[in-house]
């Protein structure tokens, strides 16, 4: 077995075999994925199914706290949680350039594999290409999963009025800063890490706590919290509190240094709760006994004024939070 | 809107949803896909599921026949097809690369929506990501798709039993040539065009005249036929014979030039089917009543001698098919 990545890896001959059977089904490996079917059986559900996918493009691939594995684990186990889904199957799909060492490709395998048992999810098909490197020999992941939704509760934007809290389950824009920090040309230090976590288990206590008062959920990931709220603000506007914000002295400092609102940084261990004003407490006291909500806060309230978010300054001035134009962090996810 | 793809298109702010409200929304938009969702809500399905994925990184993007796009849903629809199941959602993710122009990218989301179409499969969520572009400004695609399946017939490799007989429904190597021929490099000139078709409808014409008696099914994609027999060569070995293989004189033609064996080169629109020896007639005229199996043909048997496939050639002598080792012809899907 070369030591790094060639284009025959990808050409479904015996190189690409070997590379599946000897590096990714040890790691990976389960009753399903086993028997390399292109295609995977699953038991029929009985309940209604959520799907959904995302690419992960994650520069540099490594970071502290996680690597693009990680990633591409939570963010489609997140996407099925902020709808209310228990994760039932990941498939993953993995483009590599030529020259990616193995041993790179194994270290993000692992730790991809980490967060599936943490997760309580298999990867149970998946796909393998190789393309012609680039500037640095990089790798792209793509997951899709389905999850399993309750029969009656569906949290969607329009279950959400006026009076609603917001709650957060922790400090922002930790991941975003945390992958800008490990780039060659960082101009700052820090011992900061991403948030990046599987959040089903957490989404599950507070639903089971809190029912139908969970109003709608979402994970403010690329353009942050910023794009999260504008993104949720059809019949609704919101008005977040400054000074109840959870937002680390070094994500501040470096924040102001690179000319970035934390606001709009990815996170990638976060959910945006909002929840009826009533069980708002429960909510809270839910999230601060998980270990991914201790530093859980209320961080704003659900108004009338439809399409608007705005932020209360500590000084008690009000200015707009607009959605993001376009790539302030580029590759960020 | 800008006329090509900015690494801004992909931060998950306004530019990005411009992107999908004015390009992708018109073209791929249904009930599911027009909230867009992070996730998907689908109803609770009756029968088990089968569950796949791949990427897609052919080069060029637009080839004779087919492109990206169309690909993305064929391959994928095929993938289900083989495991008997019907399809009833597909989700999309794109890795564009900066600089790929909004007309290329309209082009080949018009040919995915029309392969969807054809294949009654809706597109019900996805993801955008850009990156920094290459040589050339491309595109990757991946798609992941759910079906539904038999409650009782899986059409897997531990049912094919020696005495079955192979059939496939076509020409063989035409997509892979194709592709080839559309290089800049391409030493050759050919009026030949992919065979990238969606599959289910065929596939289920057979399984609904001959049932059980369709012991397996597998499409030959990256690799070929060659590829696919050695892969499902577990317990049983397969004879080819070199007379009834439908391949083209212009692809036999590339092959000799380009030092190819055309059984491993990829296919799109073909599937392989195991089927019972007294089955086999019936399978056959099916196959040849429908538009993509016009030149189906018998083209083999199983035989016992495990984890051998021979082809038996036009002079009555044999030969072993070998798995092929790595990328004869690299981004072929």
């Known amino acids: 077995m070369p030591d790094e990545i060639k284009l025959a890896h990808g050409g479904g001959g015996s190189l690409m075999n070997d590379l599946i059977r000897r590096e990714i089904l040890p790691l990976l490996g389960n009753n399903h994925l086993d028997a390399l079917p292109d295609c995977a059986r699953l038991d029929a559900p009985a309940h209604p199914l959520a799907f959904t996918t995302d690419s992960f493009v994650v520069d540099p691939l490594i970071f502290p706290g996680g690597d693009i594995g990680r990633l591409a684990v939570c963010g489609t186990v997140n996407d099925l949680a902020a709808r209310g889904a228990r994760p039932l199957a990941l498939c993953l799909a993995i483009i590599a350039e030529e020259g990616l060492p193995l041993d790179t490709l194994r270290t993000i395998l692992k730790s991809l594999a980490a967060a599936a048992r943490h997760a309580h999810v298999h990867i149970v098909t998946g796909d393998t290409k190789v393309v012609p490197r680039h500037a640095a020999a990089s790798l792209f992941l793509t997951t899709a999963g389905i999850g399993s939704l309750h029969d009656q509760l569906d949290f969607t934007a329009n279950r959400i009025h006026p009076g609603d809290l917001l709650l957060i389950n922790g400090h922002l824009a930790d991941h975003g800063i945390a992958v800008m920090s490990a780039r060659p040309d960082a101009a700052f230090l820090t011992d900061l890490t991403s948030d990046v976590a599987p959040l089903a288990d957490l989404v599950n206590a507070v639903i089971d706590r809190c029912n139908s008062a969970v109003k709608c959920m979402k994970d403010p990931t690329r353009g942050g919290l910023a794009a999260c709220l504008n993104e949720l603000a059809l019949n609704v506007g919101f008005v977040l509190d400054e000074q109840a914000l959870p937002i680390k002295p070094t994500v501040r400092g470096a924040c102001d240094m690179l000319g970035l609102d934390p606001l709009t940084v990815a996170n990638e261990g976060k959910m945006l709760f909002v929840v009826a004003p009533d069980a708002a407490p429960d909510a809270l006291d839910t999230l601060r006994r998980h270990p991914l909500g ?40």
Do not use: F, S
């Not at 004024?305 to 590759?331: K, N, S, W």
């Open 294 to 333: 201790r530093d859980a806060a209320i961080i704003g309230r659900v108004d009338k004024r439809a399409g608007l978010v705005r932020l209360r300054t500590t000084l008690g001035a009000e200015r707009i939070v607009d959605m993001p134009y376009g790539e302030q962090l580029p590759r960020i996810c």
